[in-house]
């Protein structure tokens, strides 16, 4: 086994470990702040009758949410077994399985098997991957229209909060690291495929920005 399928594998069971956790912290707070900065500038952008891709999709409550705010139709991608479970599970339960789809494994190695979409989410993703560019560079050729993202804010509090759980997670004997990338590069390469920064929040730990593709808005 090579060293991406490694760290793959532990990230699948570090995430599948807290599928349960993930819904109870829901059940009792609801969506994060950033999360919640997230859907506003993904809806102001408009999503109605719009096709969603959420990379990342985690337990699915992001995506739900903007199914009942007008998009039409979710494709989930999530690395974690667990989590495409739980994601599929919630869909059935709010009466939205038919309107959703989960693909289970690492977007950037299954691109050509998942369906383009109009808004592109990538909730707290880029900075799982240590490869940000081909996780970005291959999401945006799945973009129409809409691309989100949230990312930790590169401040000497989160670089020591990321420290510690990088900490954690190798005396556990954890392949998965979380990461810090740069905001301005990340930036960079989106502009680069033609898109346009159309909303930008930030909370104490987190970067949200939503891009248009300049044809859709004119520029």
């Known amino acids: 086994m090579n060293c991406c399928s490694l760290i793959n594998a532990d990230t699948d069971r570090f995430f599948s470990r807290f599928a349960g956790l993930h ?6 707070f ?9 859907i506003r500038g993904i809806h102001d952008a408009g999503i109605e009758g719009a096709t969603l891709l ?23 991608v999530d690395l974690s077994a667990g989590m495409v479970a739980s994601a599929r599970a919630g869909a059935r339960a709010d009466g939205l399985a038919e309107r959703t789809d989960y693909r289970q494994g690492d977007f950037t190695q299954m691109t050509n098997e998942v369906p383009a979409a109009d808004l592109v989410v990538l909730d707290k993703v880029i900075c799982c991957y240590p490869d940000w560019e081909a996780l970005v560079e291959r999401s945006l050729l799945k973009t129409r229209r809409l691309y989100a993202f949230t990312i ?11 420290k510690a759980v990088r900490w954690g997670l190798r005396g556990a004997g954890c392949c ?11 930036e960079a390469c989106i502009l680069a495929g033609g898109f346009h920064r159309t909303y930008e929040a930030r909370t104490p730990a987190w970067l949200t920005r939503v891009y248009t593709r300049v044809e859709a808005v004119g520029v």
Do not use: K, N
């Open 23 to 28: 819904r109870l912290r829901f059940r009792l």
């Open 30 to 38: 609801g969506f994060e702040h950033s999360q919640r900065q997230l």
């Open 54 to 76: 959420d990379i990342g999709c985690g337990p699915g409550y992001l995506h739900r949410a903007l199914l009942r705010l007008g998009a039409v139709r979710a494709t989930g």
């Open 152 to 162: 930790p804010r590169d401040r000497t509090l989160t670089r020591a909060g990321l």
């Open 176 to 186: 998965y690291q979380p990461f810090i990338h740069d905001a301005a590069r990340i």
